[in-house]
């Protein structure tokens, strides 16, 4: 072996017998042909890998993929029970009453937030992480500094509600990066000082990755010297959160949240507009419930509507994919009310205990990742040579963040009212539908309604972007009562808004 290289004959040749063990032992096949410098990156590359726990995912993951097409595995599809919902749709006094819970949670610094910001806007057209884009607002704010302004101006109406000083309450922002989006993302918040928050209470850390696997289970390289590997799902966020935020420290999310003393956690997807961050409505709601999980919804629009619900599958908690529900199901009227039974389109829009959270680990294995077919490059173990496959090769392997409700002891399920709550981002600008233009409008039609709904009147032509940090949810709009404004702008603050009637 060469000097140069930072390993041991003897750490070589056990880890070689560990991956053989595990019926993975060609992953070294180029072994001595590498070059000193590659030999360390691939030992590093395997040394950092749980080869015995890729088998048992690809091993859970293929049985349950056998069960579901054989129907062996198929469970009743029910409704959600009555005693698990309820809605702020029309019911102003629950909103404000849960909304005084989470308020008086955030001010106790009880609240942490996780976003999960690992996706990259290439539908958008950019190669930018998604957070970064610009859906064309006035200000030309990116998502991340609008839900980064949220976070400020809930702390700051935390501490009025709470009669606390300026400046004590916090809201950690965990920020969940891929591999190739932690660099851009960490660089376009220093670029923009960190939005105004203080950076220590924003912590970034990496989703995970699986190694890209054959049909049989083998891993498959994709260089000499390196694995092909892939993401492994929103879901991967479990994972993420009990890893080391760096190969500098052994401080992992879980042990920073608990050193904060912080019992309840928002998550949410990177890619709507709307989000209301560490929403103290969605907040309080779960802590008066009693719920380890619990998720926001909106309503489904038309039975057809191609979003997966939050329902029962077998008496355990579960998002139904559109695909799943039969045309009767779909259509199923709940007597009660007259809405569909089946209404509770999921937006990735989560809330947990912190205790949840560190129980993960102990019944992860019981969860099976989704098995996803690909084309997929790789090295020719024979050969030594890279093949491009014209079919689907092998498999990628992803959980998804709703994988662990069956798990929960006490799900509850909110409604809140879509305009005002969901947007997402998804698709290339002119496509007509969850693309900028419409992010944008839904934006601008919501900071309308903050103003008509607070007693102003704004001009028909007049456009009139809201900063977050003024107001959060409509509040702290008062003094609009009785004024016309008639001029489009941009109102960071009441005397920037005074000056655009």
């Keep these: 072996m060469s000097s140069t290289t930072n390993q041991s004959e003897i750490d070589i040749s056990s880890l070689k017998r560990r991956f053989e063990a595990a019926g993975q032992g060609h992953v070294f096949q180029f072994w001595s042909t590498l070059s000193p410098e590659e030999q360390s990156a691939l030992y590093a590359q395997l040394q950092a890998l749980d080869v015995e726990r890729v088998n048992r995912i690809w091993q859970i993951s293929v049985e349950a993929e056998k069960e579901a097409s054989s129907g062996l595995a198929q469970e009743e599809i029910e409704p959600l029970p009555e005693n698990a919902f309820d809605t702020i749709v029309g019911a102003p006094d629950k909103e404000a009453e849960w909304r005084a819970i989470g308020l008086k949670a955030i001010a106790a610094g009880q609240v942490g937030v996780l976003l999960m910001a690992g996706g990259q806007g290439t539908r958008l057209g950019s190669s930018d992480p998604k957070g970064c884009y610009d859906i064309g607002l006035p200000s030309h704010k990116s998502l991340f500094q609008y839900q980064a302004e949220r976070i400020a101006r809930l702390q ?7 009669g606390a000083p300026e400046g004590s309450v916090v809201i950690p922002w965990y920020v969940m990066t891929s591999g190739p989006t932690r660099k851009p993302t960490v660089d376009f918040f220093k670029r923009h000082n960190y939005f105004g928050l203080d950076p220590k209470n924003i912590i970034f850390f990496e989703q995970g990755t699986l190694p890209c696997l054959t049909m049989d289970g083998k891993i498959l390289l994709d260089t000499p010297s390196r694995i092909a590997v892939a993401p492994d799902g929103n879901g991967g966020l479990y994972a993420a959160l009990r890893a080391p935020l760096s190969s500098e420290t052994s401080t992992t999310v879980l042990s920073d949240l ?15 507009c709307l989000v209301r961050v560490a929403d103290p409505t969605f907040i309080g709601f779960s802590i008066s419930k009693g719920a380890d999980v ?3 919804v909106v309503r489904k629009c038309y039975p057809t509507e191609s979003v997966g619900v939050v329902a029962l599958r077998g008496e355990k908690f579960g998002v139904i994919e559109y695909s799943e529900i039969s045309k009767a199901q779909s259509e199923l009227r709940d007597k009660k009310t007259g809405e569909l039974a089946f209404r509770a389109a999921n937006i990735a829009n989560h809330f947990y205990t912190l205790d949840f959270l560190k129980q993960v680990e102990s019944f992860e294995d019981q969860m099976a990742f989704h098995i996803a077919r690909k084309k997929i490059p790789h090295v020719d173990l024979a050969s030594g040579s890279l093949v491009k496959p014209s079919s689907p090769n092998g498999m990628k392997l992803e959980m998804f963040v709703f994988d662990v409700f069956p798990f929960a002891k006490s799900m509850m399920v909110l409604e809140v009212e879509r305009k005002e709550e969901f947007s997402p981002l998804k698709n290339a600008p002119g496509t007509g539908s969850d693309d900028p233009e419409t992010s944008r409008k839904d934006l601008l039609a919501q900071q309308l309604r903050f103003l008509e709904n607070a007693g102003a009147q704004v001009a028909s032509d007049a456009e009139i972007e809201i900063s977050p940090l003024l107001s959060y949810a409509g509040e702290g709009l008062e003094n609009v009562k009785g004024r016309s404004f008639a001029r489009s702008g941009i109102a960071e603050n009441l005397e920037s808004l005074d000056a655009l009637q």
């Design 156 to 162: 700051s109406v935390a501490e009025r509600e709470a």
């Design 258 to 272: 608990a050193s904060r003393n912080i019992s309840y956690i928002h998550a949410y997807c990177v890619d709507n």
């Design 294 to 296: 619990a998720a926001k």
